[in-house]
Antibody
């Protein structure tokens, strides 16, 4: 069955970078876009960006442009989300989610378990 | 960006009650509206896509309706396992945007 397994929790200092992985299984990796969504403690859901694993094209939320980079490794069926210049307000749970079709416009059908990133000195 | 205004932000209901949540988009999003359920410490779960389509293996007590800018989500008879926060989300335009969430609690 479809599974997205994310890397473990991270504790980072302000100004550092974090790279979260999302390993896919149970389907053809390049056939579905992968999205990243984050959730600050006690807050709602915020879309961060999307990557097309077939070719690697990306689209990012405007407020994260310049700080976020999404990549993929087709040999391991893994998508990565790197966030740089971390601030305390980046403390969140980060989720990857698979879309329902090979399109930018897809709903989030399958989700990873989430990765807590804490930014604190 | 499309603003999604969801209401109420919370509600307290009894088991067996009917629950209705509304979601209003700041402009026409056609039928590109989804509903997710999130339980504490868990990832969101897709319940309904494209306004009214029930995701596979989701209980039929969940339903959705609407079009354009106004949408509703209904739980026909609340069960204890439905205690969660519910989010609407539009995907007609990038950036995708979510409502602020509705926390459903047992009275």
């Amino acid at each position: 069955q479809v599974q997205l397994v994310q890397s473990g929790a991270e504790l980072k200092n302000p100004g550092a970078s974090v790279k979260v992985s999302c390993k896919s299984s149970g389907y053809t990796f390049t056939n579905y876009f992968v999205h990243w969504v984050r959730q600050a403690p006690g807050q709602g859901l915020q879309w961060m960006g999307t990557i097309n694993p077939d070719g690697g094209a990306t689209s990012y939320a405007r407020e994260l442009q310049g700080r976020v980079n999404m990549t993929r490794d087709t040999s391991t069926n893994t998508v990565y989300m790197e966030l740089r210049s971390l601030r305390s307000d980046d403390t969140s749970v980060y989720f990857c989610a698979r879309g329902n079709q090979p399109s930018w416009y897809s709903y989030f059908q399958w989700w990873g378990q989430g990765t807590l990133v804490t930014v604190s000195s | 960006d499309i603003q999604m205004t969801q209401s109420p932000s919370s509600l307290s209901v009894s088991v067996g009650d009917r629950v209705t949540i509304t979601c209003q988009a700041s402009q026409d999003i056609r039928n590109y509206l989804n509903w997710y359920q999130q339980k504490p410490g868990k990832a969101p779960k897709l319940l309904i896509y494209d306004v009214s389509n029930l995701e596979t293996r989701v209980s039929s007590r969940f339903s959705g309706s609407g079009s354009g800018t106004y949408f509703t989500f209904t739980i026909s008879s609340l069960q204890p396992e439905d205690i969660a926060t519910y989010y609407c989300q539009q995907y007609n335009y990038l950036p995708y945007t979510f409502g602020q969430g509705t926390k459903v609690e047992i009275k």
